[in-house]
């Protein structure tokens, strides 16, 4: 590395010049962003499980052609984000072997099971809505690739956070079996879409230095607080209520202060010991080993393509 390149680096991150695959790039800022992009692939794909359960059991063929839809775009976001990840020079195959092997991590939020219907729509709701604060904000990250994957990425996700709030009106407009499933819902995915953002800020070993080369613009909390801000009045407008018996309006910031999110709970779910930690994984491993045979036929055609005498 020569201190012409460091310079030019510097130069592009202060004047919010995007930096681009053929450029000079620090190796740690390089490593940082294989980590970020393919830890978010990895959601992508694993996040289509949890809603993926309840293909078969839509209520309605309207319900299960949107659901389909919204699984397909998750898998579409992790194509987009492992391509992103391959332009800082890794390979997806050894991303993919490290999900599989446990040794690359993937949002925790899918580590929670879908016990009922409501869960779908709580999901798009409250899930997207949490995912599309952070992915906003990624849409100015500093390397190229990986903001332009984030603009396409965000418009589909704001359609699956509607649709996620239209379903959930029709069950808060529902029956009082329907509102009581609706709330339970909420009940259980509320916190988890909190711990989505990440630790607190005073806890958070990669903020500093992905805050200073702008991977990240804004902090975990300052996001976490931004999605709270956005959701409680959607909960009120439902007329369901938030589990958090500390939550309150403060009139002089304008900002909902919450309680304290159970931490023990989020290292233990990053850590692999969540309710669905190894049924997700296991899922993955299978689908994998089963898709064995269109890898090999894939590639068995494309050498016959490209064979001297192919016809
Ligand atoms: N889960 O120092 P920080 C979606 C890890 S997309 C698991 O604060 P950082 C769409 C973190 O990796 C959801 N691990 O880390 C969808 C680090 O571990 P490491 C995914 C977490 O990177 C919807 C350690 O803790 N979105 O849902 C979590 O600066 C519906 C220390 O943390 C993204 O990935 C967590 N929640 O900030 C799909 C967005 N939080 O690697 C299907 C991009 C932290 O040092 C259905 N990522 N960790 O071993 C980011 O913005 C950041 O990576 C953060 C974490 C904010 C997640």
């Known amino acids: 590395m020569s201190d012409e390149q460091q310079r030019r680096f510097d130069q592009r991150i ?25 830890q978010h692939a990895h959601s992508e794909v694993v996040g289509m499980l949890p809603e993926g359960n309840w293909l078969t059991r839509a209520p309605s063929l309207r319900r299960k052609a949107i659901l389909l839809a919204k699984v397909q775009d998750e ?14 020079g890794c390979a997806r195959e050894d991303l993919y ?30 899930v997207d809505g949490a995912a599309i604060v952070n992915q906003v904000a990624l849409c100015r990250t ?3 690739p990986y903001a332009r994957a984030m603009v396409k990425i965000c418009k589909e996700e704001s359609f699956h956070q ?32 909190l711990m989505m953002f990440g630790p607190g800020d005073d806890n958070s070993p990669n903020s500093a230095r992905s805050l200073a080369w702008k991977i990240k ?3 975990n909390d300052e996001l976490r607080q931004r999605f709270v801000d956005n959701t409680v009045p959607q909960v009120e407008l439902l007329g369901m209520t938030v589990p958090d018996a500390d939550l309150y309006f403060d009139e002089a910031t ?19 010991q969540g309710i669905c930690n190894e049924e997700r994984l296991a899922a993955k491993r299978q689908a994998w080993e089963a898709g064995a045979w269109v890898r090999e036929a894939a590639l068995a055609w494309s050498a016959k393509q490209a064979a001297p005498d192919a016809a």
């Open 14 to 38: 202060a004047s919010e010049t995007a930096i681009e695959p053929q450029d000079w790039m620090p190796d740690a800022y390089r490593k940082t962003l294989i980590r970020q992009i393919g």
């Open 75 to 88: 898998a579409g976001h992790g194509l987009y984000l492992y391509s992103a990840a391959e332009t800082l």
């Open 97 to 126: 072997q490290k999900l599989l092997d446990n040794q690359m991590k993937y949002s925790s939020i899918f580590n929670y099971p879908t016990l009922t219907w409501a869960d779908v729509p709580v999901i798009g709701w409250l």
């Open 142 to 144: 500093s390397y190229g």
């Open 162 to 193: 509607r649709q996620g709030y239209e379903a959930c009106t029709v069950l808060a407009n529902g029956s009082d079996a329907q509102r009581q499933m609706l709330q339970d819902a909420i009940n259980r995915f509320w916190w988890p879409a």
């Open 217 to 219: 613009l804004h902090t």
């Open 254 to 272: 304008g900002h909902y202060r919450f309680g304290e999110i159970n931490w023990d709970e989020f290292n233990q779910v990053i850590a692999g």
